[in-house]
């Protein structure tokens, strides 16, 4: 089990950039996959981007191109840099962990508002 810390969410115009940043607990080396995920008011959460233990990115459809994921092991973070935001992008965006016997672990979620 890891806690996760997230920051850098804030109140932002459309075409700004805001990096988010999830800090663990313990070291993520053995971490399976971290991610981001956000939820909008009234809607499921999603995932917006994820990386594995051996560097391997995916991204939503809807984020490709702008966001970037990465991970610093040596730091025990994990960033999420966003550009050319939108307000569509507005949401709560969680940091979670997956460990490779199956269980997940997420962060208490950081705002991120962006106005049109």
């Known amino acids: 089990q890891v806690q996760l810390v997230e920051s850098g969410g804030g109140l932002v115009q459309a075409g700004g950039s805001l990096r988010l940043s999830c800090a663990a607990s313990?070291?993520?080396?053995?971490?399976?996959?971290m991610g981001w995920y956000r939820q909008a008011p009234g809607k499921q959460r999603e995932l917006v981007a994820a990386?594995?233990?051996?560097?391997?990115?995916n991204y939503a459809d809807s984020v490709k191109g702008r966001f970037t994921i990465s991970r610093d092991n040596a730091k025990n973070t994990l960033y999420l840099q966003m550009n050319s935001l939108k307000p569509e992008d507005t949401g709560v965006y969680y940091c979670?962990?997956?460990?490779?016997?199956?269980?997940?672990?997420w962060g208490q979620g950081t705002q991120v508002t962006v106005s049109s």
């Open positions: 313990v070291s993520i080396f053995s971490i399976n996959r």
């Open positions: 979670a962990a997956d460990w490779a016997y199956g269980s997940r672990d």
């Open positions: 990386i594995t233990s051996g560097g391997s990115t």
